[in-house]
Nanobody, 119 residues
């Protein structure tokens, strides 16, 4: 069973950048599609984007297209979320998640890392 741990969150000004990392242990990340989600208090967790096991395909939620990039390094068992031109509305707790390629639901989750976009 894979365990996930996010890092790299913090406080950044609008227009700034952050790179989040997701470190996997207990399994080979290459077996999994990786996703990133975010949540703010009082709202449902929302999908940010995902990357296939090989890294050959990515998908993004409309509001982050052109600003966020998901990548992965299976040799290091890591996935990344590069966030550029951050906006206040990007504030939230960011989670990485994993699902086997044959599954439709992300069933492995990290504990999240806080991203705050503010002056």
């Amino acid at each position: 069973q894979v365990q996930l741990l996010e890092s790299g969150g913090g406080l950044v000004q609008p227009g700034g950048s952050l790179r989040l990392s997701c470190t996997a242990s207990g399994g080979a990340l290459s077996d999994y599609t990786m996703g990133w989600f975010r949540q703010v208090p009082g709202k449902k967790r929302e999908f940010v984007g995902a990357i296939t096991w090989s890294g050959s395909s990515t998908t993004y939620e409309d509001s982050v297209k052109g600003r966020f990039t998901i990548s992965r390094d299976n040799s290091k068992n890591m996935a990344y979320l590069q966030m550029n031109n951050l906006k206040r509305e990007d504030t939230g707790v960011y989670y990485c998640a994993a699902r086997l390629a044959t599954m439709s639901v992300f069933n492995y989750w990290g504990q999240g890392t806080q991203v705050t976009v503010s002056l």
